[in-house]
């Protein structure tokens, strides 16, 4: 492999050209330059898009609400998520999902918050279940100036792991007996590891602060945009059967139908 180096005296003439190259600190800098040029394109135009996307979204909003069981079904149909959604009772508990939405923060887009609008159902009170990620600034973005795009340097230099903070959300629980996460909680790996030996109810996802799984991200960049390609099964690999799965709940829980339409052979890329 080909590494890039300042440049130095001495250099071996005889050496193979291809291993090394030599690179001032003026070329350095107009190659990092370059690199910001490219990374404030991208977010200008990924704002731009989502602009685009706000009023397609809106629509699919009004149309997959008369669909019965569209989010639950579009959801399930990820293979990370639904490998966190094992539990019948938390399949029965996702039935009641209406509607999922993303509100993107008006300072960095790049952060949201997921909302989960539920029917009336045995578990919650609660009509709306959210998950924030929230955008914590830093210092120098009280003095930034923003471009003609509306671009500054602080967004260029971005860190979803130093900038972002996932927020814990109350679910208002009807009963101990329907309190999902107390009957599913997230045990700790023994051996102090970032991710949990056992992640429990989904619902999990909601009241721990900290997003050890990544479905936030997994749910705004990848189910929400497709939601009706996974919803018809042609996205998101391998069919995931409800009847193929063992379930881990032991009570009595009220048999629902989360059988999605017949999967589609994936399309060619």
């Given amino acids: 492999m080909s590494s890039v180096k300042r440049a130095s005296s001495g250099a071996d003439e005889d050496k193979n050209p291809l291993v090394s190259v030599e690179l001032t600190d003026e070329d350095a800098q107009k190659l990092q330059d370059v690199r910001r040029d490219i990374l404030r394109t991208d977010l200008v135009l990924e704002r731009r898009a989502q602009e685009k996307f706000r009023p397609v979204y809106e629509k699919r909003r009004a149309v997959v609400k008369g669909i019965p069981k569209f989010w639950p079904v579009a959801l399930m149909n990820h293979a990370l998520f639904a490998l966190h959604a094992v539990h019948n009772a938390d399949q029965v508990a996702l039935s009641y999902l209406e ?14 918050t997921l909302e989960f609008y539920f029917k009336e159902n ?54 101990d007996a329907k309190n999902l996460v107390k009957m599913y909680p997230r045990a700790a790996d023994e051996d102090e590891d970032d991710l949990p030996s056992e992640s429990g109810s989904i619902f999990n996802f909601f009241t721990v602060a900290k997003d050890t799984f990544d479905l936030g991200v997994i749910i705004a960049n990848e189910i929400f945009p497709e939601a009706v390609d996974y919803f018809l099964g042609d996205a998101g690999g391998d069919e995931l059967d409800s009847d193929d799965e063992d379930s881990e709940d032991d009570d009595e829980e009220e048999e629902i139908d989360l059988e999605k339409p017949r999967p589609k052979k994936p399309r060619q890329k």
Avoid: H
């Fill in 99 to 112: 509607d999922v939405w993303i509100t993107r923060d008006p300072v960095e887009p790049r952060c949201f």
């Fill in 122 to 175: 045995p578990y919650f009170t609660n009509s709306v279940l959210k998950k924030e990620y929230k955008y914590i600034p830093p210092p120098a973005a009280s003095t930034d100036k923003a471009d003609e795009d509306g671009i500054t340097e602080t967004m260029l230099d971005f860190s979803w792991e130093r900038d972002v903070e996932a927020q814990a959300f109350k679910i208002d629980w009807k009963s």
